[in-house]
Structure formats: structure tokens, C-alpha cells
């Protein structure tokens, strides 16, 4: 690890302004990924401001009646909250599958949205990766890309984003709000936070230089039952091949809406407006919800090693959509 100067922000405000007076700013909070990170010199920040004690880690009620969640509420505090646990229920399942209780009672709002992605030659810095080294390759295509992405992906980069938190928060259509150092707030809807990657795969959100996650809110959730589904290799902690999160409402024996997103399929929590177009209106019976679901993620494309996502991503949302229309697979 290389040394880096550090100090403790004060307040929202201090901590943008310092992130942009000094050289290679990092925020940290509990630092469970950007740790790691830079230990293998994956991240060399030379100035480190701490935001723990920006007084951002409450939970409240919004007027509209949803919820507004501190940047630094601990993954735990988070789905322990009675609130988010009887009205959002997909965000709670997401967070407890998404760490071990120790990982969760650091790891903060802010930070998991901002995880980097789990790809084996982005954390090995003697394989090319355009996300360290822009320009360089990427090692996956053509490596073994087992978890890499299926749809969203260009010929700079194949990488997914790795937390379960942001699936949640995408159908659930959280907006991220930020302080930027000029003092000016921004409010950011979760389907504009994350970049594909494009030509420019270092460039992962929209955030600017030194600007801050301060909060994000929920919005009255939609009706109908939510559900959260996580594939992974091992039944202990482990990214997600596939996760499915979704939201399904019902009027008698057929679907009157439906909120899908993927994850473990983009370098993004994934959305598939045709798909739910297509599920408004689809008898509840498994012979249909499973026709529906084998339609979805259309142009995926897996690399080699990860072909078998597509097959898996469908399946996965087929059981989902199943267990939300409340029917036992057969």
C-alpha cells in the first residue's frame, strides 16, 4: 500500500471541497472495498477524507411517504430497519444476501453503490484491464469470463457490477442525491447513476470529481409482491451469477404490473422494459410466467465461459416471477 495523507471531514460540504483541493481523493467510510483495493495497488489514492462523522447515517420518512436513507447507514442498520423491512422487503433480502454480518455492519449506503466490479484481471495488475488502464485490453475477452456480463457490455470491457443493494434499488427506482463541491445538490434517478461502459469503462457512474453521496430516497413502493433471488456459486457469501429482483402486482389470475431488474448480468443494475411490457397482462399459471421469462435479456450474449448466464438469467426470473404470483414450481 503506498502512503496517502488523511483527514476526518467535518461536514458535507468540507468533505466535497477537500476531495477537489487535493490530489487523488478518495472518500472513505468503512472501507470494505476501496481497503482491499488499494492494498493490491488497484487504487492509489494520495489523500483519504473520512465521512464517517457527517452525521449521514438516519433513516427517515419522506412527505410523499417513502423513505430517505443516509449515505453512511450500515448495510445492517439498513435491513433490520422495521420500515424497510414491511415496505420494502426486496431492499432488505438483497442487503442480508449481499455480505456476512460483519462485511454488512461497516459497509455503508453510499459505498455499495459505489463497489467496483469483481473481475479477476481488474484485481490482477499484471493482466491488461481498460478499467485500471485505459487503453490496455481487457484480459477477459478471451479469458475466462465465467462472471462477466451478458448484455451492456462493449469490446472495452465485459465487467459487472458486483453489489445486490443497487438491484434492489433499481426496481425499486430510488433517486441518489449528492453535494457537489460548489455547494450545488443533484439529485440523480438510480437508471441515470451507473455508465455503461462504452469506450470510456473507467468512467462507472455520473458522479463528478469531489462529489458527495448524501442520501437516498425511496419512493412509495408500487403495489404487489416483491421478491429477491441471488445465484451464486456457494451458498456462503459469494457475488451473484445471477440475481432477480421484481415487483409483481395481480388482478385476479393475471399480472396488472411488474418491476424487473437484473444483476449480475451489466456493468449496471439491469431494466428490461420490454419485458415488463410484455408480463402486464400474463396469466399467473407457470406454463405462462415461464414463457414470458424465456423471452427476456433479448441479444444476450455470453463471451464463452459465462454462455450458460443467458439460460441461467431466465430460469432465475422464471422461479421469481413464480414465487410473486404466489405458485408453487413445479
Not at 427517515?60 to 420500515?83: F, H, W, Y
Not at 450545488?184 to 455503461?196: G, H, K, M, S
Not at 457512474?205 to 412509495?220: C, N, Q
Request: charged share 20%; glycine share 8%.
Amino acid at each position: 500500500m503506498k502512503q496517502f495523507t488523511y483527514e476526518r471531514a467535518t461536514s458535507p460540504g468540507d468533505a466535497a471541497r477537500a476531495a477537489v483541493t487535493q490530489r487523488r481523493t478518495r472518500f472513505i467510510a468503512g472501507g470494505t472495498n476501496l481497503l482491499d483495493l488499494m492494498k493490491l495497488d488497484i487504487e492509489t489514492p494520495e489523500h483519504l477524507v473520512d465521512i464517517n462523522r457527517l452525521g449521514l447515517d438516519t433513516v427517515e420518512e419522506t412527505a410523499e411517504g417513502g423513505l430517505r436513507i443516509g449515505a453512511l447507514v450500515r448495510n445492517s442498520d439498513l435491513a433490520a430497519d422495521k420500515r424497510v423491512r414491511e415496505r420494502y422487503p426486496v431492499l432488505s433480502r438483497a442487503l442480508l444476501a449481499g455480505a456476512s454480518g460483519q462485511l454488512r455492519n461497516k459497509a455503508t449506503t453510499g459505498g455499495n453503490l459505489l463497489q467496483r466490479t469483481r473481475c479477476y484481471y481488474f484485481y490482477d495488475t499484471s493482466m491488461p484491464c481498460n478499467k485500471r488502464h485505459p487503453g490496455s485490453g481487457c484480459a477477459a475477452i478471451g479469458g475466462f469470463n465465467r462472471i462477466h456480463a451478458i448484455v451492456g457490455a462493449s469490446e472495452s470491457c465485459i465487467a459487472t457490477h458486483p453489489s445486490d443493494m443497487a438491484v434492489a434499488m433499481r426496481v425499486l427506482d430510488a433517486v441518489i442525491h449528492t453535494l457537489l463541491p460548489s455547494g450545488e445538490e443533484r439529485a440523480i434517478p438510480i437508471a441515470d447513476f451507473y455508465r455503461l461502459p462504452g469506450d470510456t469503462p473507467q468512467i462507472e457512474t455520473a458522479l463528478h470529481p469531489g462529489e458527495l453521496i448524501t442520501h437516498v430516497t425511496l419512493p412509495v413502493p408500487p403495489e404487489g409482491r416483491q421478491v429477491y433471488r441471488k445465484v451464486r456459486d456457494r451458498a456462503s457469501y459469494a457475488f451473484a451469477l445471477i440475481s432477480v429482483a421484481a415487483i409483481v402486482a395481480l388482478d385476479g389470475d393475471r399480472i396488472v404490473s411488474a418491476h424487473v431488474a437484473f444483476g449480475g448480468v451489466a456493468a449496471m443494475p439491469w431494466r428490461d422494459q420490454t419485458l415488463e411490457d410484455a408480463l402486464q397482462g400474463t396469466p399467473t399459471d407457470e406454463a405462462s410466467l415461464r414463457a414470458v421469462a424465456d423471452t427476456a435479456l433479448a441479444g444476450a450474449q455470453g463471451y464463452g465461459h459465462n454462455d450458460f448466464k443467458v439460460a441461467l438469467a431466465r430460469r432465475t426470473l422464471g422461479a421469481v416471477l413464480v414465487e410473486a404470483c404466489g405458485r408453487t414450481a413445479a
